[in-house]
């Protein structure tokens, strides 16, 4: 069996630092988790199913498991929706890239010749003030 990152939560989870907590194992460097570090109280919202978009990222491919008394249960069901989510935020980014490829460059008379002042344009009337 491969050795892998693994957070273990519940309701009441410490706000320990990955894999700091009670029955976690931290493979990976502990900077993969830096950003998960800054988010106070995430073991326990992953518990109560909260912030899920915000955290289930920054968990990277770590196993999560959730305990409940003396049960402890795989949450695969949120590695799942983590792996979706990554998979559309990189789809998204393939589309966007594709589009960005599929434009033409500006032509020359769209673009501004080097050092040519930009148009001002006024929203003063002329004439105005009191006839």
């Known amino acids: 069996m491969q050795a892998v990152d693994s957070f273990q ?26 950003e998960l570090r800054k988010i106070s109280g995430w073991r326990r919202a992953l518990a109560k199913g909260e912030n899920l978009d915000t955290i289930l990222p920054l968990t990277h491919s770590a196993q999560l498991w959730m305990t409940q008394g003396k049960t402890k249960t795989r949450r695969e069901d949120l ?12 789809e998204a980014a393939e589309v966007a890239e594709a589009e960005a490829i599929q434009r033409p460059p500006p032509t020359q008379s769209e673009m501004p010749a080097p050092g040519s002042p930009k148009k001002k344009t006024s929203t003063k009337r002329k004439g ?4």
């Open 128 to 131: 105005g003030g009191d006839e």
């Open 79 to 90: 590695e799942a929706t983590r792996a979706s989510s990554a998979a559309e935020v990189a």
């Open 9 to 34: 939560f519940y309701s009441g989870s410490a706000d320990a630092p990955p894999g700091k907590g009670a029955g976690e194992t931290l493979i990976s460097p502990p900077d993969t988790y830096k």
